[in-house]
């Protein structure tokens, strides 16, 4: 998410400003990058399985997943840097089979309009029509499949950050190992809003722990752009967001509802499985299952029950849940999976909304210069591009142009009003 804002941001104000910034003015804008390890081991990022797709109910998180999709086509524009010819993040162009029972297929015809109102190409399918296409896939109990056939499919979150991280090297991006572990809260003191003073606070620096420096170093910052992923709701009480110590100001009561949730992802060895024909097949229960090269490899996984959430102390699997959740349902849906061994298997983290379990994107109501990007819940690396597009055109001009991102606005936090997605996976 960082260093996507920070590409974006400063692209935006390239194009925007008066006189184009140079790192080599007094008046240049830097922008400061701020990793605790900048290596992103155990980021949410670099531990999903890089999935994009444009099959959404809600229009403002198809807008986001095609402004990364239509990114991806011009990647060698948008990243290359001097010596670059040909950019590879391992793209592999596959829809999404998206498969409804009696209990969804209303829904998903619903979530059809949506999408191809907003340009993505989506098909659907009958269980007669799914059975001739997919003559490995039992369809009992479904009523109705649909299919990304553009703009969708998997690449590599590595490769794919990694190339934010070169291009960033060459804008006024400073990127720092360290961590925050404090803030400067303070009244705000700036232009009036409609000729009424307007009341609020902001956050004027931060406290930046670094190894080259006994104590935190403090920044001075005009923007405060909270990119923290699963750590996102930490960082936003050090800016006093839902802090124990500011409890007494009502306009920050109200906490960011994101945090750790842990999720498990299995590869599997199949021979016998579907190969060239198998797009990502996503059951009604929950569980999605793709390729992963011709090899015979496969990658799995499914969200728990809210009940059965584990612990999000460390990052083992329970392999217990692939076989006791997974194969049982796998088996049943594409019956060559009956056979197959569990190869490796890895945990990361969802960056989770507990409130709605969709994105919180742009400013805090009464922090003047605090915005968030955050609680994306499993969606991250697939709308990094667009909602870092958004958010840097509010923060540069004013407003988002380039996709409806009111929604994820973190005032519907405080009026609890939840902006819900039917098609979480």
């Known amino acids: 998410m960082g260093q996507a804002l920070a590409y974006n941001l400063w692209r935006k104000i390239e194009k925007t400003t008066v006189r184009k910034a140079s790192k080599d003015s007094d008046h240049s804008t830097q922008i400061l990058l701020v990793e605790k390890d900048p290596t992103l081991q155990d980021s949410s990022t670099l531990l999903s399985v890089g999935g994009l797709r444009t099959q959404f109910s809600e229009a403002s998180n198809v807008q986001l997943s095609m402004l990364t999709a239509n990114m991806l086509k011009d990647i060698d524009q948008e990243l290359s840097t001097c010596g670059d010819d040909d950019l590879d993040v391992q793209f592999r162009p596959h829809g999404y089979l998206l498969l409804a029972s009696a209990n969804g297929e209303q829904q998903l015809m619903k979530n059809y309009e949506t999408q191809t109102a907003e340009g993505a190409k989506i098909m659907l399918f009958n269980q007669k029509r799914l059975k001739e296409l997919y003559p490995w896939l039992n369809t009992d109990g479904i009523q109705l499949g649909s299919l990304g056939i553009e703009n969708e499919g998997w690449f590599d979150p590595s490769l794919f950050v990694n190339l934010f991280k070169r291009k960033n090297a060459s804008f006024p991006v400073v990127s720092v190992k360290g961590e925050v572990v404090g803030t400067k809260r303070e009244f705000y003191d700036g232009p009036t809003i409609e000729d009424a003073p307007h009341e609020g606070q902001e956050i004027t620096g931060v406290h930046v722990k670094v190894a080259e420096s006994e104590k935190p170093v403090f920044v001075r910052a005009n923007r405060i752009i909270n990119c923290g992923g699963a750590d996102a709701g930490m960082f936003a009480r050090l800016c006093g967001v839902g802090a124990e110590e500011t409890q007494q100001i009502p306009q920050l009561q109200t906490p960011l509802p994101v945090e750790r949730r842990k999720r498990y992802v299995y590869v599997v060895h199949c021979p016998d499985a579907p190969v060239l024909d198998m797009p990502m097949v996503c059951d009604p229960s929950g569980i999605y299952v793709r390729r992963d090269g011709f090899g015979g490899k496969y990658v799995c996984g499914k969200s728990p029950d809210h009940a059965d959430e584990p612990d999000t102390g460390d990052l083992e699997v329970d392999h217990d849940f692939f076989y006791e959740e997974i194969w049982p349902t796998l088996a049943h849906r594409i019956p060559a999976f009956e056979k197959l061994k569990v190869t490796s298997a890895w945990a990361g983290y969802y960056d989770y909304n507990t409130f709605d379990q969709n994105a919180i994107i ?64």
């Open 362 to 425: 742009g400013p805090h109501p009464f922090l003047q210069n605090v915005f968030f990007m955050n609680g994306f819940s499993g969606h991250g690396i697939q709308q990094a591009y667009g909602a870092s597009l958004c958010l840097a055109e509010m923060l540069v001009t004013g407003e988002s142009t380039s996709a409806n991102i009111n929604p994820f606005s973190f005032d519907r936090i405080v009026n609890q009003r939840p902006f819900i997605e039917r098609n979480v996976i």
